[in-house]
């Protein structure tokens, strides 16, 4: 019956593997085929990706970006205004949309931009998917328009975007020709006295009045989305600019700056779509993995505790040719464990159900633990254990998990030490943080392996290579490490001057403070 229930899971992960897969390759067609940058960030505006667009527009590549917070990129005076509309977005749940700031280019300078977007809120997991538009040459053509006419006129002849004025309740007194007839199939006659909101669709009007004159009364611009009749008799989804300016005699006037935006609201809704199908799959394979893993870690104690017990006590009593099949089930009893609880903290760690259970602990007691815990796999790997603390050192700690950190990184010494290599652990304070470092003398870390250390899945492959090392493993245990130790408000620090050069790892946690 176990058999079965694996076979069945693995066939059902494969199948949501195949389908996520599908879903990002489409997810991601869409996004390289517009010319605005997508960006999604945490409730915290912590950027978890952008769009390749963000070099073009803004100078930067996307890992230059992600992992940074948006506030950082954005001009000092636009910072709370775009502070409050986020923390709008997330109250609401409504769509945002911010007219007009200012992006920090990486060559310096300051570009305009608008943005528009929506927080997504999916089993806790809220994301902000945010489209951002380069609309600098935009701000620069509104500004030499209200600065003189003449110009005004030459540059709107020769723009892409519709641009019309009118005056104050909306009455059409000046459109350019050419954006007009490709936007909406008409003639300047057909619009020249008539009122913008005639060419409205009637759902959008009321509401594009509204928002139009409470903007204007606020902050003399506003910016909205509607649909207009094209002379053909379909709709046209646009996005329209206002400005209110003042002519030479003194007299009101808006200017509204029009741009056909059918492709990018067609791509918006499939992105979100894509979005909660991806969500979707990803919690759904979570689930599954959770599950499962559940369901074998049960019979695998029972397996792994039985196999310990008989080589701590019946090892004398146990044949040679017995011996090595009960070392083998050890062995993989006690790989399967560690791989099981790793995917158990990782589902939680995801879904943000990790919690701790805080009490004074002897950091030293628990080191001694974790080291007990591997010894049998150090001494058939014929590598020493030097150890160097004081008796006791409290700390206010998750008992279970930082014993799992400590066993996680001494396995991961253990496993890159060559036999008869020596694994230094040193317990000390320092700096108000309590320290447990972990120095090897085995085969070292080049700098682009200490980059990928601690991503999840990060594992660092040395097939093929003249190692005499272990590489099995999922790349979980580190990923784990660190996040158990960041709830924990400490660190985790790593040394290497290089290949065959030996590591460091230093656990750092904060020192309990006495009452």
Not at 169 to 185: R, S
Not at 211 to 236: D, M, P, Q, S
Request: net charge neutral; aromatic share 6%; charged share 30%.
């Amino acid at each position: 019956m176990p058999r079965e229930v694996n076979n069945t899971s693995i066939d059902k992960s494969n199948d949501i593997e195949s389908k996520l897969r599908e879903s990002e390759e489409k997810f991601q067609s869409l996004i390289n085929n517009l010319s605005d940058i997508i960006l999604e960030g945490n409730s915290k505006t912590i950027v978890t990706y952008v769009s390749p667009q963000c070099y073009d527009i803004m100078g930067y590549k996307p890992d230059e970006i992600v992992g940074r917070s948006a506030l950082d990129f954005i001009h000092p005076e636009d910072t709370t205004k775009i502070a409050k509309v986020i923390l709008t977005g997330i109250k609401t749940k409504k769509p945002i949309s911010v007219p007009k700031y200012r992006l920090l280019h990486k060559n310096g300078n300051f570009i305009f931009v608008s943005a528009k977007g929506k927080y997504i809120d999916r089993n806790g997991d809220g994301r902000f998917i945010v489209a951002i538009r380069d609309i600098t040459a935009r701000v620069e053509i509104e500004q030499k328009l209200i600065e003189s006419s003449t110009k005004y006129k030459l540059i709107s002849e020769n723009a892409s975007d519709l641009i019309l004025v009118a005056s104050e309740d909306l009455i059409i007194e000046y459109v350019n020709k050419e954006p007009l007839y490709k936007l909406g199939g008409y003639s300047v006659d057909d619009v020249l006295g008539k009122r913008a909101l005639n060419f409205i669709h009637i759902d959008d009007a009321k509401n594009a009045l509204i928002k139009f004159f409470n903007a204007f009364n606020r902050e003399g611009h506003g910016t909205i989305e509607a649909r207009i009749k094209h002379k053909h008799g379909h709709l046209v989804y646009v996005e329209i600019h206002g400005s209110l300016f003042h002519n030479e005699k003194g007299e009101p006037k808006a200017l509204l700056i029009t741009r056909d935006i059918t492709d990018r609201k067609n791509a918006e809704k499939l992105i979100l779509e894509e979005n909660k199908k991806l969500l979707g799959l990803s919690q759904i394979k979570s689930e599954l993995i959770a599950t499962t893993s559940h369901e074998l870690k049960t019979p695998l104690n029972s397996i792994y505790a039985a196999s310990q017990l008989l080589l701590s006590n019946f090892k004398d009593q146990i044949g040679e040719e017995a011996l090595k099949f009960v070392e083998m089930i050890h062995r993989g009893g006690q790989k399967l464990k560690f791989l099981i609880e790793n995917l158990l903290d990782t589902s939680k760690i995801e879904s943000e159900k990790m919690i701790l259970h805080l009490q004074q602990e002897n950091i030293v007691e628990l080191t001694t633990n974790s080291i007990n815990d591997i010894k049998y796999w150090a001494d058939n790997r014929n590598i020493n254990i030097v150890v160097d603390h004081p008796k006791q050192m409290y700390v206010l700690v998750d008992r279970i998990k930082i014993e799992q950190v400590i066993t996680n990184i001494l396995s991961n010494a253990i496993k890159f030490t060559l036999p008869k290599g020596e694994i230094h652990i040193r317990i000390y304070e320092e700096d108000q943080w309590v320290n447990i470092s972990v120095k090897d003398n085995g085969i070292g870390l080049t700098r682009k392996e200490i980059k990928s250390l601690f991503r999840k899945f990060g594992k660092i492959d040395h097939f093929g290579k003249d190692f005499e090392v272990e590489s099995e493993g999922t790349g979980l245990g580190l990923f784990i490490s660190k996040e158990i130790v960041e709830l924990h408000s400490g660190e985790i620090l790593v040394e290497s001057k290089g290949r065959n050069k030996g590591s460091i790892f230093n656990i750092r946690l904060p020192i309990l403070q006495q009452a």
